[in-house]
Structure formats: C-alpha cells, structure tokens
C-alpha cells in the first residue's frame, strides 16, 4: 500500500483547534456542574428562588427535593448541569462562595497566582489537596494566560483569562470540599 504524503500542519492548523475541549473533557465539564447542581439544591428554596439564572433551572433545583430514587436523582442532576451550562459561571459560583469564605476565597486567589508562577509543582501540590482537580485543565488555562501575556494582549483579555482559571478552581475546591 503506498505512504500518503506527509501533511504539514501550520501554526493557524492549531490556532483552530485552540480552546475546543475534548469529549472526555466535556463529560467531566458535566459532571462538575452537576456537583455544583447538588451544592445549588442544598441552597434554602429563598436563596434559589432569588438565584439570577433561567426559570427552568430554578424550576429543576426545586424538583430535585422530592425525588427519592437514587437513580432518579442523579439523573435530575446531570439535568441541572446541562441547564448550568447556558449560565454565567461566576454568578453562579458567587452565590455559592458563602459557604467557602473569604479566607478560602482569598486562599484560591494565592493558588491562582502561584501556579500561573511556579506552574507544574503548584499545580502538582493543589492536585494533592483537591481531589477533584485535573491536570490537563489547569495546564491550559495556565499556558493561555501565559500566551496572552507573550503576545501582550490587553490587560482585560489576560484578566478575563485568569477569571477562567480562577472560576475552575473554584469549582474544584468546592467540589473536594464536599
């Protein structure tokens, strides 16, 4: 069978492909925010019914405390992250950083700013006090913000950049904390 030529792949090939999550990163996606959706339904019915986010969401969060089942409950959950999806992650995380705190909140921003520094050893010693975090994630948001750094973007687009980062490791630390 004859070898097809050698493609050469150029720098815009991969500037493409930059950002799109892969199907295993998707899932987990899902899976954290249907750990943010069963710290959501732990909210008293006040605080959900005042949460900024679509009716169906509220709707689902209130669903969710008369399910008994098991099963039926996981499944309510994964719902929930769906729904999740199509909102703003930092409402929703700021309506759920009560319970962590202000030390804890400030603690995150102390691990944000080290490992964008120290990079794979701090990621490597967070990984260790949070069961829930994942390497590959935390590695790109970290290699994005130091690429928009190199190319010296605004100073808003490298801040919107570290609040991606920050939102993750916040969801983790609240996930590992559970």
Do not use: C
């Not at 900024?52 to 409950?73: C, F, Q, W």
């Not at 705190?101 to 990621?123: E, F, N, S, Y």
């Not at 994005?144 to 570290?162: F, G, M, Q, T, V």
């Amino acid at each position: 069978m004859a070898r097809r030529p050698q493609q050469r792949f150029t720098e815009d090939d991969f500037e493409s492909l930059e950002g799109r999550a892969s199907k295993t990163e998707q899932k987990k996606a899902v899976q954290r925010m249907a750990a943010l959706g069963e710290q959501l339904s732990e909210l008293s019915l006040k605080q959900i019914q005042k949460l900024p986010v679509e009716e169906r969401l509220i709707e689902a969060l209130e669903d969710v405390r008369n399910i008994t089942s098991g099963e039926a409950r996981r499944r309510q959950f994964l719902r929930i992250g769906k729904l999740l999806r199509n909102e703003d992650e930092s409402v929703i995380l700021s309506y759920l950083t009560p319970q962590q705190g202000l030390k804890k909140t400030a603690q995150l921003h102390r691990w944000v700013d080290r490992m964008i520094a120290q990079g794979d050893p701090a990621i490597k010693e967070f990984m260790k006090s949070h069961n829930a975090a994942e390497h590959h994630p935390i590695r790109q948001h970290i290699l994005r913000i130091h690429r928009d750094i190199n190319k010296k973007l605004p100073e808003e687009d490298i801040a919107a950049s570290k609040l991606k980062l920050f939102n993750y490791i916040q969801q983790v630390a609240l996930i590992s904390d559970n």
